[in-house]
């Protein structure tokens, strides 16, 4: 199903030697993934046992290096943080301070990571993208069968680790104590007018000025307003 070479599973001792060079612990159920056998010849896989070793580190930062990307270049800066300081320099540092007590993300394969947590088993497997984060699969059983056999168990997973847990269910730079349209906080048609204006902004904030026309965006950005506004003159919430 892996559609790739497998070659004999990690020892106790060869997966212990990565957690101490590299700093980190691989959740119990990554860890017996890997003893059963270790998918090599695919760029896409991290070879743990005769991977070079700045490419495994470049893996395992690059989780916290998106971020601070998104910090540097897309004004992200999470809401439990404190104040954004006002020069970007100073940002970054006060963001990778942050960052350090963020749970370690590993590398299953692409950018698909489990979190890194002692004994720990049965997370969720997030696609890491910067800030774009999404659940792949309720755990890496299912994201095996969602990624290699397009067969995902379509049951409801949540994020179960601090700080990834907020990009996944917020969206990045989003606040999700925010009212939102889709969110039991909008419980009224102003407050969804707002939340869809505000979404609007943001959407703008994001796009690339050279990608998308400034005046095609404002146009939308007007219709999907006066919808918004004429849900203020029907029942709440709207019927059918």
């Known amino acids: 199903m892996l559609r790739t070479e497998i070659g004999p599973g990690l020892t106790e001792q060869e997966l212990d030697a990565v957690e101490t060079r590299f700093g980190f612990t691989f959740a119990a159920d990554h860890r017996v993934f890997l003893t059963t056998g270790l998918p090599r010849g695919s760029a896409g896989w991290p070879d ?28 992200f800066w999470h809401p439990a943080w404190p104040s954004r300081p006002a020069e970007t320099p100073e940002a970054l540092r006060a963001a990778r301070n942050e960052l350090e007590s963020a749970p370690r993300l590993v590398p299953v394969h692409g950018h698909r ?19 774009d984060v999404i659940l792949y699969g309720n755990d890496l059983t299912d994201c095996i069968h969602h990624e290699f056999a397009g067969r995902p168990s379509g049951l409801r997973a949540h994020a179960t680790v601090d700080f990834w847990s907020y990009s996944v269910e917020g969206g990045p730079g989003v606040d ?13 048609a102003q407050e969804a007018v707002e939340c869809i204006r505000t979404l609007v902004e943001r959407t703008d904030a994001c796009n690339d000025p050279a990608a998308i026309r400034r005046g095609a965006r404002e146009h939308l950005a007007e219709r999907i307003v006066e919808e918004a506004g004429r ?9 059918g």
């Open 176 to 188: 999700v104590t925010a009212p939102t349209p889709f969110s039991p906080y909008a419980v009224t």
């Open 113 to 131: 990571y489990l979190p890194g947590t002692a004994a720990g088993r049965g997370h969720p497997v997030l696609s890491v993208h910067q800030t």
């Open 231 to 239: 849900l203020l003159d029907g029942p709440w919430p709207p019927l």
């Open 48 to 75: 743990w046992r005769d991977g070079n070793p700045e490419d495994l580190a470049g893996r395992l930062a690059r989780p916290v290096e998106g971020v601070l990307f998104d910090v540097e270049h897309n004004r």
